[in-house]
């Protein structure tokens, strides 16, 4: 098999799925036109309807119709949300395999990397990326300690996303109220992320990075009344001129987990630009929409690129 680098034409036969779970997402539509322009088959994958088979001396992955899934790459548009470890895991332990024969664009270590709002922060530091202090406990005590220490704190899911499940709490308030708010997340989630609120102009900045390149980026503008700036919170995506800064911070961020495209969260510290996170399966739209540029396409030629360099 071969594909075709950018621009040009792949084998007609190629095979190229796209792993998604919403067909209808702008960002997952955009790769599947991108690949069938260049004359590939394009295949949507959801990873919840594939089934394996294990033996000695076989091992298949197949579909509801019991056809084995013969790829030539796969690219990941999104993985979906698991309702259990067991799910999530075989999810990504599918794209493992894949990984073993195919390229798998992001690697599933970088989905998994940037997923983890905790690990994700472990590796940023190993890679002097500036970043707000964050503290992740299961003890109360210390969680009520990072709040005094904080003053204002951000809280949140380690595997959340979309700025779901986001509270800010101050120091200021009294402490059972604190100390209630912190058992409530605790039954829930098992274990608190906290961060330092860091004060901002009310937005954040989501920039592109495909490969080495920082393509564009968003200013997303927190809705009124909210400090959370996601597009899915009401926010309000505007263009923004990239800075050498952003974009070196950017690309070192996708980097540090692994990811060959990102979308790399931003904000502005009043001591300048601090990391919030890399999103390895990020949104197109809002950047397609304030700035007119289609980042999918970049990504699908990025895709050839690698499937090239790997059957060398
Ligand atoms: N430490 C923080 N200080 C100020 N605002 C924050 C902080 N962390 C997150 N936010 C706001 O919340 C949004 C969502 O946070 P983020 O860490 O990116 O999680 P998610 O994965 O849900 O997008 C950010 O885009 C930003 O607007
Ligand atoms: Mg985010």
Not at 98 to 121: D, G, L
């Amino acid at each position: 098999m071969s594909i075709a680098t950018s621009h040009s034409h792949c084998d007609a036969d190629a095979k190229i799925g796209v792993v998604l779970t919403d067909p209808d997402d702008w960002t997952a539509r955009a790769f599947l036109n991108n690949i069938r322009k260049t004359g590939a088959n394009a295949f949507p994958i959801d990873l919840s309807t594939l089934s394996a088979s294990i033996a000695a001396s076989d091992f298949s992955i197949f579909n509801a119709d019991s056809e084995y899934l013969k790829l030539d790459a796969i690219l990941v548009r999104d993985v979906g949300i698991s309702f259990s470890l067991e799910t999530i895991s075989f999810k990504f332990d599918l794209l493992r395999a894949f990984e073993n024969s195919i390229i798998v664009m992001n690697r599933p270590t970088a989905i998994q990397n940037a997923a983890n709002k905790f690990f994700s922060f472990y590796l940023f530091k190993l890679a002097c990326l500036p970043i707000p202090q964050t503290v992740i406990s299961s003890e109360l005590e210390v969680a009520m300690k990072t709040i005094e220490k904080f003053e204002s704190v951000v809280v949140k899911p380690i595997f959340g996303s979309q700025g779901e499940g986001i509270i800010k709490l101050e120091s200021s308030q009294p402490e059972s109220e604190l100390a209630s708010k912190l058992r409530e997340l605790l039954k829930e989630r098992g274990v608190l992320y906290l961060q330092e609120f860091v004060s901002n102009p009310g937005r954040d900045i989501r920039v592109f990075v495909v490969g080495e390149e920082a393509l564009g980026a968003i200013y997303r503008i927190s809705r009124k009344g909210s400090f959370v700036s996601n597009l899915s919170q009401g926010g309000t995506p505007v263009k923004c001129e990239l800075t050498g800064e952003m974009k070196e911070l950017a690309i070192r961020a996708a980097r540090a987990v692994g990811a060959d495209f990102a979308g790399v969260d931003l904000i502005e510290g009043e001591e300048g630009l601090l990391l919030l996170e890399v999103n390895a399966t990020p949104s197109g739209k809002g950047i397609k929409l304030a700035c007119g540029i289609d980042v999918t396409e970049r990504v699908v030629e990025l895709l050839y690129e690698r499937v090239e360099g790997y059957n060398k």
